[in-house]
């Protein structure tokens, strides 16, 4: 019969293999659910980068990183614009009188975007098809957009104009929108933009092509005005 020592060696063998085909086994389904985790979260974003090298695909923005990919605006922005969305134009127009006649809506100008400065203006209506999407934004009725604004703020611009640009700055409360223009800095000057200029501030009279369009009256055509035209008026 083999020594005693022989048989304890052997009990002691089977544990250790025993001890051994667990910890594989843990290790094998750990790893399988893992995997299957990762699987999940690639497929809830499909357009996620899947490049080697993500910063070269997707280099970040000059307004710095997103906090996630969903965010439209990045952190930088967080107090001037904590979201957006887009409604009709024309049920926005027909919604809100803004005392001047309507431009008829053509391609490329049928929606109205509207920003959110606060987390708490953002409607709880959402589009579950369009939500979180940075390639598009929410369109919404203007009801459900306007639900949270006790103040609405509308800006009437002219589209599609070549060269034309607008920044929103979060400041001080103005009710006037200032404009910049590369413009000779005489202000009688007829001549319309030049590229090599620098931009400076300029009346709302000033177009591209003539410069100051409306002139400050001379004081003799005042004078005529005033005996001519206002004086009968007043005593009339």
Known sequence: ??????????????????????SCLLSFYTGLFLG???????AALPDQCQCEDCSKANPPSDGGPRRNKHT???KRLEKLFAGAVRVDRDEFM??????????????GNEDVVIFYHHPKSITNVTNKA????MEDLPSLSVD????KCHTLKIVLTEPNRVGQCMAIVGQWESYHIHKYMRVPADDN?????????PLRSVARTFSANKGRTQQVPF??????????ILKPYLES
């Open 1 to 22: 019969p083999p020594p005693s020592g022989t048989k304890r060696q052997r009990r002691f063998s089977l544990k250790v293999i025993l001890i051994f085909g667990l």
């Open 36 to 42: 299957m985790q990762h699987g999940i979260e690639n």
């Open 72 to 74: 439209l605006f990045p």
């Open 94 to 107: 027909n919604k809100f009188d803004l005392g001047v006649p309507k431009d008829a809506t053509a391609k």
């Open 130 to 133: 369009n939500r979180g999407a």
């Open 144 to 147: 459900d957009a306007t639900i």
């Open 189 to 197: 000057s007829r001549a319309g933009v030049s590229w090599e200029l």
């Open 219 to 228: 004081a003799q055509n005042v004078k005529t005005f005033d005996q001519t």
